[in-house]
């Protein structure tokens, strides 16, 4: 075995926080999107401004004030205090907001860009073959926009297997518990442990490679699919 | 019963205002040109567009008024677009019964074989939607359409994205379920032919207003609408099939001004017929010639007079009581002294058959 327990504990403490935002995004990330796509409030601009922010705010940035919000001392780690429960500043939990806030542009993008290009008119044409609007959502909307939830489920993923300034700022790099890959590598390269760094660095490469290449080749498919 | 409908939008650069009745029977048609506001009066009848202080009652139910508005998926209604909006993610079968499923069984009169079979798509069910050609496409949503069983059927200019030979074949089936369902169809177009083909009833839209609403053959013969300056400009009249001619090869057609020759077809003796006569195609005489090769020949008696421009004028007469339109040249009308009143004889070139 090349891998060293705690790098194992490293790569499942990833793949937990991966698949956790993963399924956090697409549930919040779903309905904002669609929202953004069909409002016509004239204001929802200072919204996707505030989502796309992680694109272009260094990692740190976000994870300090991540950490200053959720430690005992901030706003919301305060009132968590307050109420008897422990502060979310350096726990996984805490890892999975800072993940989540992070990785929202690349689940909420691609997904306001499907529903944008469904259009109205096949909820139109639902609408006059009596479905309610719920129904159209989940039978129309949903459904075309397959090519969109997977680029989005992929990236949402990928970026939060690969985020190193949020978790380390706001997660403290606590083995066992908020220690992830990219972290780990850090500190193997720090003592240069160079042959364990290459074992998890190569496998994180392949991984995202092979996610990427899922994505494309299956929305090729897709859009063949469709007219 | 009938169906009623008022409607008021107003958009910066459009303002429909239109308070209609129609039939709740047979095919009426919105005609206008393009921008007219038919679509909007369309899709304000499905309920896709809300005018704030409209009104809509379909039969016995009020769909729209100042205390309610039904929304369009709880009206009874079918609708088919422009250009056919098949769901790409489902294949023919699976759009079929896309609106289907969603009916109670107990409100289901129009089955999938029969509006498969009306449509003669049969042979698509498990095609996905990329695999059909326009035509087809715009058949499957038509059958779609029918297979919710509608109480009112809305199609906005449903061949108007189709060349010419697919036109023909839809038009058929549409004639099809004009003739076999009793479903009140209101139908958007540009096209004279369509309307002719088609309509039993007829609005007339022009810049967001009602200029003209009846019945068709009456619109087409009033000579202050737009439709009889139009170069098609033409009579239609109702005939019944009288007798076949074998040895010259042709058919009789009775109507109540007299009986009219086309080429023999097979059509039953006694069945109804629609017939168009193209108002350039109808020359007067004073005297019923016999030495002639024209072979519709009938009395009729000028009904109005109005002049097209400085060479041309449109005479609408009466045979019987049947509206004929026969446009002729300002100088046959001095010459034969033509006014109101006037008994002369009509000699028809063509006649065309419509069903």
């Given at each position: 075995m090349t891998l060293s327990d705690a790098d194992l504990t490293a790569l499942i403490i990833t793949l937990k926080l991966a698949c956790t935002t993963t399924a956090i995004l697409l549930l919040l990330g779903t309905p904002l999107a669609w929202w953004l796509a069909r409002t016509r409030w004239r204001f929802k601009f200072l919204i996707e401004a505030m989502v796309a922010l992680p694109l272009v705010l260094p990692p740190t940035v976000l994870g300090f004030y991540l950490l200053i919000t959720l430690g005992?001392?901030?706003?919301i780690g305060g009132l968590m205090d307050w109420l008897g429960m422990k502060p979310l500043a350096f726990t996984f939990s805490g890892l999975v907001i800072g993940s989540v806030i992070y990785s929202l542009p690349f689940v909420v993008q691609p997904l306001q860009g499907t529903f944008a290009s469904i259009g109205t008119r096949s909820l139109e044409v639902a609408s006059t073959l009596r479905a309610s609007p719920i129904d159209r959502f989940f039978t129309v909307e949903i459904p075309l926009a397959r090519s969109g939830f997977l680029t989005a489920a992929v990236l949402g993923f990928a970026h939060t297997v690969g985020e190193f300034g949020v978790v380390l700022m706001i997660g403290g790099n606590i083995p066992g518990q908020t220690q992830v890959v990219s972290i780990a590598i850090y500190d193997h390269v720090e003592v240069l442990e160079y042959s364990q760094a290459h074992w998890l660095s190569g496998g994180l490469l392949l991984a995202s490679f092979l996610m990427l290449m899922i994505v494309y080749a299956l929305n090729r498919r897709f859009l063949v699919a469709q007219p | 019963m009938s169906i009623e409908a008022r409607f008021r939008i107003d958009r910066k650069d459009f303002v429909l205002d239109v308070d209609l009745t129609l039939p709740d029977k047979g095919v009426s048609v919105i005609f206008g040109?393009?921008?007219?506001g038919k679509t909007t009066l369309l899709r304000s009848i499905s309920g896709l567009e809300h005018s704030p202080e409209g009104y809509l009652r379909v039969g016995d139910s009020v769909w729209q008024d100042s205390q309610q508005f039904v929304p369009t998926h709880k009206r009874p209604l079918a609708y088919v677009f422009q250009e056919a909006s098949l769901f790409a993610h489902l294949d023919v079968q699976a759009n079929l019964e896309y609106g289907m499923k969603r009916v109670p069984k107990a409100d289901r009169k129009v089955s999938l074989e029969t509006a498969v079979e009306l449509l003669g798509i049969g042979a698509l069910l498990k095609r996905k939607a990329n695999q059909l050609s326009g035509g087809e496409r715009q058949r499957v949503s038509i059958a779609r359409a029918l297979a919710v069983s509608p109480q009112l059927l809305l199609m906005d200019e449903?061949?108007?994205?189709?060349?010419l030979e697919r036109k023909q074949e839809i038009m058929q089936y549409l004639q099809s379920l004009h003739n076999e369902l009793d479903i009140p169809i209101i139908y958007v177009s540009h096209s004279l032919g369509e309307v002719a083909r088609l309509a039993d009833h007829m609005v007339l839209l022009d810049d967001g207003r009602v200029t003209a609403s009846g019945n068709v053959t009456e619109l087409f013969s009033r000579?202050?609408?737009p439709i009889a300056q139009s170069h098609k400009a033409a009579a239609f009249i109702q005939a019944t099939v009288a007798e076949h001619d074998e040895a010259f090869g042709l058919t009789y057609l009775d109507f109540a001004g007299g009986r009219l020759s086309v080429l023999q077809s097979n059509l039953a003796i006694g069945s109804t017929v629609k017939l168009r006569i193209v108002a350039r195609d109808v020359s007067l005489t004073l005297k019923h010639q016999t030495?002639?090769?024209?072979l519709n020949i009938f009395p009729v008696i000028v009904d109005e007079i109005i002049s097209e421009n400085h060479s041309q004028v449109m005479v609408k007469l009466m045979a019987n009581g049947v509206p004929i339109l026969s446009r002729l040249s300002l100088k046959s009308a001095t010459v034969m002294d033509l006014k109101p009143g006037k008994q002369v004889y009509a000699q028809v070139k063509t006649v065309a058959l419509l069903s």
């Open positions: 005992p001392h901030g706003a | 040109p393009s921008g007219c449903p061949l108007a994205s189709l060349n000579l202050d609408l030495e002639t090769s024209i």
